[in-house]
Nanobody, 119 residues
Framework: QVQLVESGGGLVQPGGSLRLSCAVSGSLFRFYVMGWYRQAPGKQRELVARIDSGSSGKSNYADSVKGRFTISRDNAKNTVFLQMNSLKPEDTAVYYC???????????WGQGTQVTVSS
């Protein structure tokens, strides 16, 4: 069973930056299309960024984060990253990584990492 371990969240002021990491177990990571999802209190989980498998680096973003967030991956380390800049209070949520899109996601999610944007 694949394990997903997210880290890097925290409390940051509006306009600040954070870099999230997600370590993925197993030997097939490079074949996975990966995504970062977030879930705010009282809201459904949403996919905010995805990156193609392999080394192309091709990525897509939700309109709400386009131009501020950057997803990347290190296939040698089985890790996917999310660089978040110009953070806004509405970015406050628990962030998770998993395969993308959500219909392809592993059944078992990680614990997520809390991101709180507040002054």
């Amino acid at each position: 069973q694949v394990q997903l371990v997210e880290s890097g969240g925290g409390l940051v002021q509006p306009g600040g930056s954070l870099r999230l990491s997600c370590a993925v177990s197993g030997s097939l990571f490079r074949f996975y299309v990966m995504g970062w999802y977030r879930q705010a209190p009282g809201k459904q989980r949403e996919l905010v960024a995805r990156i193609d498998s392999g080394s192309s680096g091709k990525s897509n973003y939700a309109d709400s984060v386009k131009g501020r967030f950057t997803i990347s991956r290190d296939n040698a380390k089985n890790t996917v990253f999310l660089q978040m800049n110009s953070l806004k209070p509405e970015d406050t949520a628990v962030y998770y990584c998993n395969r993308a899109p959500d219909v392809a996601a592993f059944d078992s999610w990680g614990q997520g990492t809390q991101v709180t944007v507040s002054s």
